[in-house]
């Protein structure tokens, strides 16, 4: 016979807490990469290297290339404003992120190349 375990309200509590810093890490980052986007995309323009930041394309327009890096963005939950990470387009149409599949992608955009490397 196995009996299945059930959880310690302690325990649900700590993992409920410990998923809540997760996700605001994962937020921190990804508007830190589209802070870094934006500022490489001036710097870009200020050069004369880059034409003009790409745009946010919605799913409905066009998909994505399968595997390509992405920054994604969906509609939160709560309604307030759109999530945003980087992931890729999988092969059966869900996005992969952080070690995560990602839902209620509505929106995508190339990630900007590379620095080069100075020798």
Partial sequence: MSAEKAIHPND???MERIHSQHC???????DDAI???DASYALGRL??????????????????????P?????????GEGYWRQTGTR?????YNGYGS?????????PLPAAPEVQA
């Fill in 47 to 68: 050069r004369g290297k880059q034409e003009a930041a790409p745009q946010w394309v919605p799913v409905t327009e066009r998909m994505p290339e399968i595997g390509e």
């Fill in 24 to 30: 605001e890490v994962i937020q921190r980052l990804s």
């Fill in 12 to 14: 649900q509590e700590l």
């Fill in 90 to 94: 999988r092969e059966d149409g869900l």
């Fill in 35 to 37: 802070k870094f986007q």
């Fill in 101 to 109: 599949y990602l839902y209620s992608v509505t929106h995508w955009m």
């Fill in 70 to 78: 992405l920054l994604v963005a969906g509609l939160r939950s709560d």
